[in-house]
Nanobody, 125 residues
């Protein structure tokens, strides 16, 4: 069973930066597609970014493109999300997720098999 634990969230002023980490335990994680999603109060969980098992391919939501960078270190079984130029609208709980089968549809929550518990990111104006 894969377990995912996020860390690195916190309170930051607009324009600031945070780096989220997602530590994974369990087998074969390095072959999984990994993604970041976020959920703001009263809103549905939305796609932020995803990365292929090798790290060679990435995808980003338009709202974060150019500001956020997803990466992974398979030797450490860890996923990262570097967030720069943060805006108040980035405030949300951020979740990492793992997709065992690489469905090809990285943007849909239903394609991910394992989820972390989330870490809160709050951006003040």
């Amino acid at each position: 069973q894969v377990q995912l634990v996020e860390s690195g969230g916190g309170l930051v002023q607009a324009g600031g930066s945070l780096r989220l980490s997602c530590a994974a335990s369990g087998p074969i994680l390095r072959t999984y597609v990994m993604g970041w999603f976020r959920q703001a109060p009263g809103k549905e969980r939305e796609f932020v970014a995803a990365i292929s098992w090798s790290g060679g391919s990435t995808d980003y939501a338009d709202s974060v493109k150019g500001r956020f960078t997803i990466s992974r270190d398979n030797a450490k079984n860890t996923l990262y999300l570097q967030m720069n130029s943060l805006k108040p609208e980035d405030t949300a709980v951020y979740y990492c997720a793992a997709d065992r089968t690489d469905s090809g549809s990285w943007r849909f929550t239903r394609n991910y098999d394992f989820w972390g518990q989330g870490t809160q990111v709050t951006v003040s104006s």
